[in-house]
């Protein structure tokens, strides 16, 4: 090779790299570098999830209000799932603005921050954020500040964690026993009531062993009684349940109890632990208040 044809593809490479760095930069680091907006980032950076106490979050169909008192976080006055609460609050802390997405209100419709399709969140009665659609990237979306034409791409998952429905909002755990101190247990069922015993290591009814199977299920239920949804508000249970179950301790105090209504694909399920009606799935009354041994 000659070395006018050498330097000649020297050049030639030279050029290609310089072309391949510009445009890694141009698609890469562009994107990825915060960027001078109308004051989301700051706005965003100073948000912390530990001093929070209230954020009303106004969807197009509901409005969310969440409010801590004394420690304790609740969802439009009823108890707030203490998992969403974390997830959310986490969310408020790792939030991060990458970029300016879009300058021109035209946009804003198609990015899901116009001020009657996005979600609004509002800190303390003071911080607006309008949250939009989901972004061109993972764990991203859109939002704006209302009074501002600039639209930011945000990273995080405050999003996801946010725009959630009062029932996923909603504390759905009717029961929490702490099952190591119960001693017996009473399940009435179809009229007909099981004593269950605890002697030492094993479950008893009249002096002979319950299956370890049956007892797992039960406590298990009593140490986290989990509801998949919440009656209507106008919803009674009958005086005398289809099913009851009473966990005592050592003592006969009682520690937890709960009472089963039958409907036609679940039950209603009350507790003196909570205000409220649950429903919950047919399996998890089955395993809660199980049929007498010897009857399956």
Known sequence: MSDKTLRASLYFLGAVTVLYLLVTVLRDGGADAPAADSGLAAVLAELDGEWLTRVELAGPEETIELSKDGGVWTVNGF?????????????????????????NPGNHERMGVTAGGAWTMTIDGATTVLLGNSGNRYRTFYARLPEADEVSLVEGDLRSAATRSLFDWRNKVMVRADTAAVMSIRVTRDGTTTAYERQDSVWTVDGEEVEGVT?????????????????????????????????????????????????????????????YIFEIANFRADRIAPEPPGDG
Request: without cysteine.
């Open 79 to 103: 108890d707030a799932d203490s998992a969403a609460i974390a997830r959310f609050l986490r969310a408020v802390d790792e939030v991060e603005v990458r970029s300016v997405a879009a300058t």
């Open 215 to 275: 007892m797992r299920d039960l406590l298990q239920e009593l140490a986290g009684l989990r509801a998949s949804g919440f009656a209507p508000q106008d919803a009674v249970m009958p005086e005398t349940p289809d099913r009851s179950v009473l966990a005592l301790d050592a003592d006969g105090n009682e520690i937890a109890s709960v009472h089963l209504a039958e409907q036609e694909s679940n039950f209603r399920a009350s507790s003196p632990a909570s205000p």
